[in-house]
């Protein structure tokens, strides 16, 4: 009995696959017998590797020369361990080097690209390589183990004069599939690796009609948009046509409230915890002031005339609401407290207001604290603005952040905070640290949408009259889903026409501060503030272009010696560097190119002739509709 039960184990623990592996091994080792099926698939250039320790066959063969540049070869794998059998397509070189794309934004561009494609595709999906780059044609594996005997028969059964059941018939079906799928694609795929002209294309539609994957119908007029604009309008006022032509350019994303303005008013419920709480971090200091978030609890107020109106601000999920009964004259309200993390910016020296300066007529007058100036231009932005009675803007824009004031005051009726400003926190902070964090991950899509915001930020100051005067990644907030936000208005400065209301300040940074912007003499630290206006931020716009798109700053200059190049934008003799070879690894080439040009425009010596604001919005977002219709 003891004998028999351990007979039943053994049985069980045997895998009849094993018995049949001879049958494998000799079919497999017999290569006369298989070239026999190979044969008959009738490629004129095919090579077979066996490999007797995995027991695989890999028939590769060339399934079409395209042109003189590039064919399609395609590997088949089969595993007879396994009993499955593995179909791949690649893109070659005429003399079968595979094709490698090993620009990381082209890579990415590719994977957007078939992230789309491969939904409508079912026998299979493309794909492209991290390491390699090497773009694949991928068609679902074939499990041979329940038909292996019909497979692998020398003598397949004849019907109609085709095989049926054979290995050669199988591999005929797999070879047919990627010939016509990769066939399909390789014009339009060569085309978005910048390894085929576009100028081609009307050539191709007539040649091959329906053989090929087309490019969309007038694919290249957001090109010529871009080029004809930079050539010809983009130092000239946009007319009202253009601007009803490209007016969806223009528009803004959805108000969350319509009560938002760029600042607001709130009201603590313990206005103690602001310069006492606990729990603040230290997120940045610089020569005037300290930036702090912590969290705190507040309502936002609306002033409506006389009437103050308290309007409960949007919720983010888990904070926690601290409800106060309030009491009114006429009804009893309830308050409603918010708990967030904001930030914090506070003047390092509260005595600012007593340093005195002295203006060229040798008057002395009291400097205003840095809060305080940048309070002021906040509120003028925060005002609507009407053109002809037209309501042009009503106080908000979504790419400026969001900035709160408290008009809370003591017992002896003086101003708690009036050298303390508050801001939203946003997620990512910075444009710099942005970009490190997801510098594996970021496309071209996402930073073109990034300086389209920013460009629409720019603008909004223009209308306004305000001029940044210190626009660099350092000052960019990016919030969630890439919502980028202009913020620091410290070096700010308002004017009407050619009057200045407001100075800004003299902290430029090189190489983002404009030519104008800095000091005429040079041991005196204050710029000839006549000489700035809205170009000036153009010309940092075009820096901060150049090097987010390029990785690389288009002026040479050591930052220990930044004096040589103040020298330089003093005399207008620095030199812009740029390779179109190393330009056009960054994305699809003709794209890259109309960048760079208009990124170069905007370093121009002269501000009147750096483009107008209006038109770098319009050529952002035609780089964005051609890479949405493109890839």
């Not at 090497?134 to 005997?149: A, C, D, F, P």
């Not at 708990?339 to 910016?345: D, L, Q």
């Not at 300086?451 to 350092?474: E, M, T, W």
């Not at 200045?500 to 501060?513: N, Y």
């Amino acid at each position: 009995m003891q004998k028999e039960d351990d007979m039943e184990i053994e049985f069980k623990l045997l895998d009849l696959n094993d018995v049949e592996e001879t049958d494998f091994e000799k079919f497999a080792l017999n290569r006369p017998q298989i070239e026999k099926h190979f044969e008959e698939l009738n490629f004129k250039h095919f090579d077979i590797t066996q490999n007797e320790e995995t027991k695989q066959w890999q028939l590769t063969i060339t399934l079409e020369q395209f042109s003189n540049k590039f064919l399609a070869l395609c590997t088949t794998t089969i595993n007879f361990l396994r009993k499955r059998i593995d179909c791949k397509s690649f893109i070659a070189k005429p003399d079968g080097q595979l094709i490698q794309v090993k620009e990381k934004y082209l890579q990415r561009l590719l994977a957007r690209y078939f992230c789309r494609i491969n939904n409508s595709l079912r026998f299979g999906c493309f794909c492209i390589e991290n390491e390699t780059g090497q773009i694949q044609l991928k068609l679902n594996s074939v499990m041979i183990q329940e038909h292996w005997t019909d497979l692998i028969c020398l003598y397949p059964i004849q019907t109609d004069g085709q095989n049926q059941g054979s290995l050669s018939s199988l591999l005929k079906v797999l070879h047919f599939t990627s010939h016509y799928a990769i066939g399909y694609h390789i014009y339009r795929l060569m085309h978005l690796i910048n390894k085929l002209s576009y100028k081609v294309f009307p050539f191709l539609e007539q040649k091959l009609q329906d053989q090929y994957r087309k490019i969309p119908p007038q694919f290249d007029i957001y090109l010529q948009r871009i080029n004809d604009i930079i050539q010809n309008k983009c130092t000239t006022p946009i007319t009202e046509e253009d601007t009803r032509l490209f007016q969806q350019h223009f528009n803004y994303a959805k108000q969350p409230n319509p009560s938002f303005k760029i600042m607001n008013s709130i009201q603590f419920s313990n206005p103690d915890q602001v310069d006492n709480g606990e729990g603040y971090e230290l997120i940045g200091e610089g020569g005037f002031s300290i930036v702090k978030k912590g969290q705190l609890a507040f309502t936002l107020v609306q002033n409506s005339g006389t009437n103050t109106q308290k309007v409960e601000t949007e919720e983010p999920t888990g904070v926690l609401k601290q409800i106060q009964p309030v009491n009114n004259s006429d009804q009893n309200e309830i308050q409603t407290f918010t708990k967030r993390t904001i930030v914090i910016k506070k003047d390092k020296d509260r005595e600012k207001d007593k340093v005195v300066q002295q203006n060229e007529k040798g008057e002395k007058k009291f400097l205003q604290s840095r809060i305080v100036q940048e309070k002021k231009i906040l509120e003028i932005l925060s005002q609507p603005l009407y053109d002809k009675q037209k309501l042009i803007f009503n106080g908000y824009c979504p790419y400026i952040a969001q900035f709160y004031k408290a008009d809370t005051v003591d017992k002896n009726n003086m101003p708690l905070f009036n050298e303390h400003l508050f801001m939203e926190f946003y997620q990512h902070t910075s444009l710099d640290n942005f970009r490190s964090k997801f510098q594996t991950t970021q496309s071209l899509n996402t930073r073109l949408y990034i300086l389209f915001q920013i460009a629409h930020a720019l603008r909004y100051l223009s209308y306004y009259g305000v001029i940044h005067n210190d626009l660099k990644p350092g000052n960019i907030l990016i919030a969630k889903h890439y919502n980028a936000k202009l913020t620091d208005f410290g070096e700010a400065m308002y004017k009407k026409g050619d009057q200045v209301l407001i100075q800004g300040g003299d902290g430029r940074t090189l190489p983002f501060a404009a030519p104008e912007s800095l000091p005429e003499e040079q041991n005196t630290s204050q710029s000839n503030q006549s000489k700035i206006d809205h170009k000036s931020d153009i010309f940092s716009f075009g820096i901060l272009m150049y090097e987010f798109l390029f990785e690389q700053y288009p002026i040479d200059f050591k930052k220990s010696n930044l004096s040589n190049l103040q020298e330089r934008y003093k005399f207008k003799t620095y030199q812009i560097r740029s390779n179109i070879d190393f330009i056009k690894t960054f994305g699809p080439k003709h794209l890259m190119k109309c960048l760079r040009n208009l990124a170069i425009k905007c370093l121009h010596p002269e501000p009147q002739n750096r483009p107008n604001i209006e038109w770098i919005i319009i050529c952002l977002k035609e780089g964005l509709m051609y890479l949405e219709k493109m890839y």
